[in-house]
């Protein structure tokens, strides 16, 4: 069997083949370059996803502040992570950058806030 991705790691935006032996890939083909090849690795095998959102800023002239995953989740675990972060808050003054929560559902991945709560 043989499934077709197009890569977003780059504008080129190849479009990538993987042959299928049962759940085994044993084949890419139309990549451009060796980060191609790992894009559609985990696209078929454990798709990653960053995670934007907002959580709520205690006492501030705004109600919330963006945040996102500093790397990319699986996406298999992006409404986990939600239910998580629907119950975190920060107080004014959290700057951007800041590490809202620390490995997420034990991942590598921290959620940050991309600007400061005012």
């Given at each position: 069997m043989k499934k077709r991705i197009i890569c977003t790691v780059c504008p080129q935006g190849c479009e990538i083949t993987a042959t299928f032996e049962g759940d085994k890939i044993v084949e890419f083909t139309g990549y451009g370059c060796p980060r191609?090849?790992?894009f559609a690795r985990t696209e078929f095998t454990n798709p990653l996803r960053i995670?934007?959102?907002s959580v709520k800023v205690e006492g501030g002239c705004y109600p919330l502040v963006s945040v996102r995953s500093d790397r990319g989740i699986p996406r298999s675990d992006l409404m986990?992570?939600?239910d998580i972060i629907r119950q975190v808050s920060v107080k004014v003054g959290t700057k951007r950058g800041s590490v809202v929560i620390e490995?997420?559902?034990g991942s590598e991945a921290n959620v940050i806030t991309t600007a400061d709560a005012k």
């Open positions: 191609g090849v790992e995670l934007s959102t986990d992570c939600m490995h997420i559902l």
